[in-house]
């Protein structure tokens, strides 16, 4: 059976850094795509950042440069640094898990198999 866990969310002020974290049981998350994804309150699920299997990486505009993905294959985990956080990123993030090997893929919330209860990102001004 396959879980995935987020964690390290939390309440931060606007420009501050936090590092939320994706552990996975039940698949080995460097065979896959692993995305994470952000939603607010009254919005769609967004697409934050990917990272695949060859170990491309992807990001939204919005992110560029502040956010970075990366996988520690020994833990099993995918995580997502942010950096100069802002009021608007505000949400639930969320990791999902992409089976399929469709690059154009990674960014469709609607693609994603597996996806875990997400974490609490906070930012205040």
């Known amino acids: 059976q396959v879980q995935l866990v987020e964690s390290g969310g939390g309440t931060v002020q606007a420009r501050e850094s936090l590092r939320i974290s994706c552990a996975a049981s039940g698949l080995t998350l460097s065979a896959y795509t692993v995305g994470w994804f952000r939603q607010a309150p009254g919005k769609e699920r967004e697409f934050v950042a990917a990272?695949?299997?060859?170990?491309?990486?992807y990001y939204a505009d919005f992110v560029l440069g502040r956010f970075f993905i990366s996988r520690d294959n020994d833990h099993n985990m995918v995580y997502l640094q942010m950096n100069n956080l802002k009021p608007e990123d505000t949400a639930v993030y969320y990791c999902?898990?992409?089976?399929?090997?469709?690059?154009?893929?990674?960014?469709?919330?609607?693609?994603?198999?597996?996806w875990g209860q997400g974490t609490q990102v906070t930012v205040s001004s």
């Open positions: 999902g898990v992409l089976l399929a090997r469709e690059i154009p893929w990674y960014a469709d919330p609607l693609r994603y198999d597996y």
């Open positions: 990272i695949t299997w060859t170990d491309a990486t």
